[in-house]
């Protein structure tokens, strides 16, 4: 399993969210060669588009390493409103 990384301080998670975390990374890693392989992946921690989510992307030249983001309210954005 890939090992993880905030891109910020630390966030504390309830014990649901940290399975549901890590559940995902396990898939992740799973289906992945390289951490640096996955684009971006978003991890919903509440279960809806309005709740608390985790941002999960590789970097390029870093093969073990995922990176997390976290998002207490998320602000979506339709790609048919991006200019």
Do not use: C, R
């Not at 060669?33 to 971006?40: K, Q, R, V």
Request: glycine content about 4%; hydrophobic content about 35%.
């Amino acid at each position: 399993m890939f090992k993880t990384e905030w891109t910020h301080p630390p966030v504390t998670l309830t014990n649901a969210q940290q399975a549901t975390l890590d559940k995902e990374i396990e898939h992740i890693s799973d289906e992945v060669d390289y951490a640096s392989d996955l684009i971006s992946n978003v991890v919903f921690l509440h279960g809806s588009t309005s709740g608390p989510i985790i941002a999960v992307e590789g970097y390029d030249g870093i093969p073990d390493i995922l990176f997390l983001t976290y998002y207490e309210t998320p602000d979506w954005e339709e790609l048919n409103d991006l200019d």
